[in-house]
């Protein structure tokens, strides 16, 4: 089973995405963690996505998708994974679509979460004291919400023509959150 978690920055998708993978048995693929996993070990994937980061823009296409194929391949990922933070563009859909149907495998479900913008930016300007990203300084976070409308937001469109997306409202506590993902997903 191969599951999306679709939102804007802040909307809770990683720590949903860990709760939901420990209670269907699935692997969970971070883009984003991966990214900054890379930087801190100075790969030069980690180099090259870096500045794009930093700038709360995207990580080019070639790079995400070299990434994200090298998970899906891996034998953790056989039976599916949970995809947090990817696809983010059209061209990453359909890049992943065709990947998986290369092995007669797709999407099963898209959870996409709901949250107003104040929300997320409250979200993330308090994760920032905690977790110290350098891409959570108030520029990158308005650049990141930009980038969401403009290039992510059109996959709510994408996944719903297809049948396969659950809207499920984010702004409520980790556990009332976590039981809408569990309607969207019964294990
Ligand atoms: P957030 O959802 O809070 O922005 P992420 O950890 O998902 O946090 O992403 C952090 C940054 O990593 C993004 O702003 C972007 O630069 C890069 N990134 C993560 N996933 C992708 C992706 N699928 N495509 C392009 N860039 C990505």
């Known amino acids: 089973m191969n599951i999306i978690l679709l939102g804007a920055p802040g909307a809770g998708k990683g720590t949903q ?3 939901l993978a420990k209670r269907v048995g699935l692997p969970k693929i971070a883009t984003g963690d991966l990214l900054r996993a890379a930087v801190k070990a100075g790969t030069l994937l ?3 996505a870096q500045s794009y980061m ?3 823009l995207l990580v080019p296409d070639e790079i995400i998708l070299g990434l994200i194929e090298e998970k899906l391949g891996s034998k953790d990922a056989r ?3 949970i995809m947090d933070g990817f696809p983010r563009t059209i061209a990453q859909a359909e890049a992943v679509d065709g990947f998986l149907s290369s092995r ?6 898209v959870v996409a979460f709901e949250i107003q913008d ?3 930016i409250r979200r993330m300007i308090g994760r920032a004291g905690e977790e110290g990203r350098s891409d959570d300084t108030s520029d990158a976070i308005r650049k990141r ?4 409308r403009e290039q992510t937001a059109p996959l709510l469109q994408f996944y719903e023509e297809r049948g396969v997306m659950a809207r499920i409202d984010a702004t409520g506590s980790v556990d009332e959150v976590a039981a ?3 309607k969207a997903i019964p294990s």
């Open 79 to 81: 039976h599916g994974a």
């Open 145 to 148: 919400l930009q980038v969401y």
């Open 17 to 19: 995405g860990d709760i």
């Open 180 to 182: 809408s993902v569990a």
């Open 54 to 56: 930093d700038r709360g």
């Open 46 to 48: 980690g180099q090259q």
């Open 118 to 120: 104040e929300t997320l």
């Open 104 to 109: 007669g495998d797709q999407i099963d479900s």
